[in-house]
């Protein structure tokens, strides 16, 4: 019975190690390929992705030169997908690694429609599959093929691949979570500063390793004396005492600020009064004792597009000065707060 060594165990954790380093965008570059190479010997490795259900494909990618001095054959995988008997295994939710020996020995193979159409054309004898635990209509399997005149894969081959199934499952799972991340990061810094709601990413140590513009404005606010990757005291105290909300009033505007792991989300929320949302946005900088100049600045508007949206707020509050405007909006800001 086959078993692995020590120094098989090994040479896979440094693999994983070496994998999660290499990945990027997608677990699985040509760069980790390689690598893979190194475990499994094969002449050619290939990962490909495929939507089972709808007949696509939907990723691929081949260690550099595998396919050097091969042309393309004029079938698809999907042409012989019902005749390929471990790819049929998997689809039935066969999920461990299986050689095409394990089914058909080689003079069999070598008698059959997909090697004529498949294999042959490609040079190919031997394959050794492993997919990951996927949907049909999402499935991820590695390939490792062996050209003629190759021995047959090892069932060390196959305990080797067993041993990184759940590891390269975990990686892929890693980079889909990196690429949502970075999505949802140039997503929070294409915002501007205006964005009614801000994230914080704090480090292990408590200290700010993200934060988008609009957060970046809103700790500004609360805490001029606080500069680079130090939280505000009234922040660094709430995460202390581990309270699910925090309520404030930063800038004339409530603040909401919860907690979510590692990640802060402050949301900003303007009183109503009857105002449009630019009405209530440069009443809000009114109230921050800004100038009509410097509002249309901060806004990218002509100066003379504010004085206008305040002569409708004077109306809809009844008032006629902006000083007026800014207690009415303070004022209702105070009788929102909570009690206690």
């Not at 790819?87 to 020996?101: N, Y």
């Not at 990184?164 to 929070?188: E, G, K, T």
């Not at 500004?220 to 581990?242: K, M, N, Y």
Request: neutral net charge; hydrophobic residues 40%; proline residues 5%.
């Amino acid at each position: 019975m086959a078993a692995l060594t020590t120094r098989d165990a090994e040479r896979v954790l440094r693999f994983v190690t070496e994998a999660e380093e290499l990945g990027g965008g997608h677990a699985f570059t040509p760069a980790v390929l390689v690598e893979l190479g190194k475990l499994v010997e094969a002449d050619e490795i290939h990962y490909g992705e495929l939507d089972r259900v709808r007949m696509r494909d939907r990723y691929a990618v081949h260690r550099p030169g595998d396919e050097a001095g091969y042309d393309p054959v004029d079938v698809t995988y999907w042409d012989i997908a019902a005749d390929h008997p471990v790819c049929h295994a998997h689809t039935r939710g066969d999920l461990r690694p299986l050689k095409v020996s394990d089914f058909l020995c080689l003079p069999r193979l070598r008698k059959s429609r997909v090697y004529a159409v498949w294999f042959r054309p490609y040079g190919i004898d031997h394959e050794l599959t492993i997919p990951l635990p996927s949907p049909l209509w999402h499935t991820k399997t590695f390939l490792f093929d062996r050209r003629r005149g190759a021995r047959d894969f090892t069932e060390r081959d196959r305990l080797m691949l067993e041993l990184l199934q759940p590891h390269l499952a975990r990686l892929w799972h890693a980079a889909v979570s990196r690429r949502r991340l970075r999505a949802a990061m140039d997503y929070l810094e294409s915002g501007g500063e205006d964005d009614g709601r801000g994230l914080v990413v704090l480090g292990v140590d408590g200290r700010i390793d993200f934060a988008s513009p609009a957060a970046r404005r809103l700790l500004r606010e609360l805490d001029r004396s606080v500069h680079g990757s130090e939280l505000p005291a009234v922040l660094a105290d709430w995460l202390e005492i581990a309270a699910p909300k925090l309520e404030l009033v930063v800038s004339g505007s409530r603040v909401t600020v919860s907690r979510s792991g590692h990640a802060l989300l402050l949301e900003e929320a303007q009183p109503s009064l009857g105002l449009t949302s630019r009405e209530t946005q440069i009443l809000s900088w009114v109230a921050r004792g800004k100038t009509n100049r410097e509002i249309a600045e901060h806004l990218w508007i002509a100066p003379s597009t504010v004085r206008k949206h305040l002569e409708n707020v004077y109306g809809k509050l009844g008032v006629s000065t902006r000083t007026a405007a800014a207690a009415r909006f303070l004022g209702l800001l105070d009788e929102e707060q909570p009690a206690g």
